[in-house]
């Protein structure tokens, strides 16, 4: 019943853009912090960027810092990531994340299938 499904990657030049979505389906969205995580081949997953609930505080990988911006919509359960001057380091798979730890901290934890962003000329 949980989804997440990302869209928006695709092939990109060096300093262009791309806007990543991920639309929630099957939970309180409003409850959960939203991240992005990304995966390039033969590095660890990264967390990238995080958007809190129900502050929406965020937080950003020191290597995006000032060049991609997470916002989301919890009126269409969507999670955005604007990336801005993408470099070729940028080129991963994309992954979305839901995250909500319970009062009695219980953790609830989904992933999207994940969306390839290419950086290259």
């Known amino acids: 019943q949980v989804q997440l499904v990302e869209s928006g990657g695709g092939l990109v030049q060096p300093g262009g853009s791309l806007r990543l979505s991920c639309a929630a389906a099957?939970?309180?969205?409003?409850?959960?912090?939203m991240s992005w995580y990304r995966q390039a081949p033969g590095k660890e997953r990264e967390l990238v960027a995080r958007?809190?609930?129900?502050?929406?505080?965020?937080n950003y990988a020191d290597s995006v810092k000032g060049r991609f911006t997470v916002s989301r919509d919890n009126a269409k359960n969507t999670v955005y990531l604007q990336m801005n001057s993408l470099k070729p380091e940028d080129t991963a798979v994309y992954y979305c994340?839901?995250?909500?730890?319970?009062?009695?901290?219980?953790?609830?934890?989904?992933w999207g299938q994940g969306t390839q962003v290419t950086v290259s000329s």
């Open positions: 994340n839901a995250r909500y730890t319970s009062w009695s901290r219980r953790v609830y934890d989904y």
């Open positions: 958007i809190r609930s129900p502050d929406s505080s965020t």
């Open positions: 099957g939970f309180t969205f409003s409850d959960y912090a």
